[in-house]
């Protein structure tokens, strides 16, 4: 008996359009209402009342669902190592006084920043922004920073006077600019950038720390506005004399290390100073050391391997140093006996 064709009405099992759409609005709705609720859950377990909430690396793409605006006295939020691109639902949490979105997706710096006017800290460090911008309104910030993105000029910084640490190593800048208002500055990081020049540093008088590693700096110079600076950090750059530093008598640690010096100079009146770091240069006598080292009488730490000195004599080395630096209590990474 032959098999029997069953024919099945297609009508039958085919869902009327508007029947498709209704399910596929429904699926939708159910799976955002599931990110929501949990969203929500990440932070069920604080109270209203928490002052600091930490979410690091929570896999979180978004703020929104997260119930913030119920946090009335919240003061820290830590958001590193997440996958955020958008800050604007931090806007109702005026009571904030610092933020760290450290290493997330943020290409922008969004305008609900701007309503955080008691914040002292802001962290967007290792995102992907290109322009620092509404920050103007965070007139009480201490400490910024925008490490590791895609900046290419300083600029919106004016009305942050109370600034004392701003960190913008590892972006595209070319200048030092747009610092001039900022007299309360005591440490600027523009490391591992492009900058050809120093300047633009002369309002700066009560900075200590200026780190300026890894640019295309060939010239020593615009420094001698900077009577508090404690500490320089010029390592990989291009300078060929050391120079300019007549004004910076306070300085006790000074980081020339692979640039192209043939010899030292210029540092025999930073009597403060404690430490000198030339590694990776072009020294290759001795002599010169010892003239220009020996009557730094609060030096105790140096860094001269890698030059041809220290090459041409490695079994000899060590105890040169120590013999005309009697003073010193570290020659590179090794204490002195």
């Not at 990110?35 to 209203?48: A, H, K, N, R």
């Not at 290109?130 to 000029?153: A, C, P």
């Not at 079994?315 to 570290?330: G, I, S, W």
Request: hydrophobic share 35%; with cysteine.
């Amino acid at each position: 008996m032959p098999e029997q064709t069953i024919v099945e009405d297609e009508t039958l099992y085919r869902p009327k359009e508007n029947e498709e759409e209704d399910a596929s609005g429904s699926e939708s709705e159910t799976e955002v209402n599931e990110i929501v609720d949990d969203q929500q859950d990440v932070l069920s377990d604080y109270p209203d009342t928490e002052t600091r909430i930490e979410l690091m690396h929570s896999r979180l793409d978004s703020l929104a669902g997260l119930g913030l605006e119920r946090f009335t006295a919240l003061e820290y939020f830590g958001c590193r190592q997440n996958l955020i691109k958008d800050l604007r639902p931090l806007s109702s949490l005026t009571t904030l006084l610092e933020v760290d979105f450290y290493d997330n997706r943020l290409k922008r710096v969004d305008e609900g920043l701007e309503q955080l006017t008691q914040l002292t800290s802001l962290d967007l460090s290792f995102n992907k922004i290109r322009r620092i911008e509404n920050v103007g309104m965070l007139t009480q910030l201490s400490e910024l920073f925008f490490v590791s993105n895609k900046i290419q000029r300083i600029e919106n910084l004016s009305t942050l006077r109370m600034l004392t640490n701003l960190e913008l190593g590892a972006n595209r800048i070319r200048r030092i600019e747009g610092l001039d208002e900022l007299v309360a500055l005591e440490q600027l990081y523009l490391g591992k950038n492009k900058i050809t020049k120093l300047e633009g540093l002369g309002k700066l008088t009560r900075l200590r720390v200026l780190s300026i590693q890894s640019n295309r700096i060939v010239t020593l110079e615009g420094l001698e506005d900077l009577v508090a600076l404690e500490e320089l950090y010029l390592s990989h750059n291009g300078i060929e004399v050391i120079q300019g530093l007549d004004s910076n008598t306070r300085l006790t640690i000074l980081d020339v290390t692979s640039n192209r010096l043939t010899a030292l100079s210029g540092i025999g009146h930073l009597e403060q100073l404690e430490d000198l770091w030339a590694s990776g240069n072009q020294l290759d006598s001795f002599e010169n050391i010892e003239r220009t080292c020996a009557p730094l009488q609060a030096l105790r730490t140096v860094y001269f391997e890698f030059n041809p000195l220290q090459r041409a004599q490695p079994a000899n080395y060590r105890r040169k140093v120590m013999l005309a630096l009697p003073q010193l209590t570290q020659i590179d990474a090794t204490l002195c006996r």
